[in-house]
């Protein structure tokens, strides 16, 4: 009985890198391009400076509000009153699927008026949303 000589491990085997590749460029983009649209979100804000909570959640707001130091409400950069701002509301609270489902993210001036924030804070509490989440900066 004549054995055949395994030649399997001469023989190399040429790994194409280009679909690898292909994909690390597109999830390159893909962040460059969700970074871009996170930071059209935030007007430029002095917010207050508080501890804030400890653990960091990274749940998406879904909704969120900032408070210039004039009063005005900006949304998407787009300066609103309050009755579009109820508007937007309903609308984010039916996309995200009721007032449980959304917690929006309010960034309110430390300059601005404390009453217009209240009153922003009770229309939210009105539509049912009881978890709203309010932006500072960590104490330096």
């Known amino acids: 009985m004549q054995f055949r000589k395994d030649n399997s491990a001469s023989r190399s085997v040429a790994i194409d890198m280009t679909p690898m590749i292909d994909i690390v460029f597109q999830l390159l ?19 207050p400076q508080e501890s804030g909570e400890e653990a960091m959640e990274n749940a998406l707001a879904g909704l969120t509000i900032n408070i210039e130091a004039d009063g005005s409400i900006v949304v998407d950069e787009k300066r609103i009153d309050l009755v579009a701002l109820d508007q937007l509301i309903e609308d984010a609270m039916a996309q995200a699927g009721g007032p449980d489902a959304l917690k929006p993210l309010v960034r309110a001036d430390r300059n601005c008026d ?23 900066e960590r104490s330096r």
């Open 29 to 47: 983009i893909f962040f460059l391009v969700t970074a871009q649209m996170a930071e059209r979100t935030r007007a430029d804000l002095d917010l």
């Open 114 to 136: 404390a009453g217009r924030l209240n009153e922003i804070l009770s229309r939210l509490g009105a539509k049912g949303l009881g978890a709203v989440r309010l932006a500072t």
